[in-house]
Nanobody, 115 residues
Framework: QVQLVESGGGLVQPGGSLRLSCAASGSIFSINVMAWYRQAPGKQREWVALITSDGRTNYVDSVKGRFTISRDNAKNTVYLQMNSLKPEDTAVYYC?????????WGQGTQVTVSS
């Protein structure tokens, strides 16, 4: 089993920044990929960014150049640094761990970009 706890969401003005954290515990050795997803009101959950166990990253086009995913293996934590935030980035952000046998999800953290 893997447990994921997200934090760092909040209200920010357009153009501002936030850093989300996802702390993993449990059978973390089984995790291959960590990812962030988001779900805006009335929309489907969409993938935002991922980082592999060897540090490779990838992003959805809409956040490239603005968001950065990283990991601190010593702290078993994955981060999503979000800069130049836009109102359309408003959503609940979820952390996902893709393990050998199944995926695990965190509870989500709300990000609201509004003036």
């Amino acid at each position: 089993q893997v447990q994921l706890v997200e934090s760092g969401g909040g209200l920010v003005q357009p153009g501002g920044s936030l850093r989300l954290s996802c702390a993993a515990s449990g059978s973390i050795f089984s995790i291959n990929v960590m990812a962030w997803y988001r779900q805006a009101p009335g929309k489907q959950r969409e993938w935002v960014a991922l980082i592999t166990s060897d540090g490779r990253t990838n992003y959805v086009d809409s956040v490239k150049g603005r968001f950065t995913i990283s990991r601190d293996n010593a702290k078993n934590t994955v981060y999503l640094q979000m800069n130049s935030l836009k109102p359309e980035d408003t959503a609940v952000y979820y952390c996902k761990a893709a393990a050998v046998t199944r995926d695990y999800w965190g509870q989500g953290t709300q990000v609201t970009v509004s003036s």
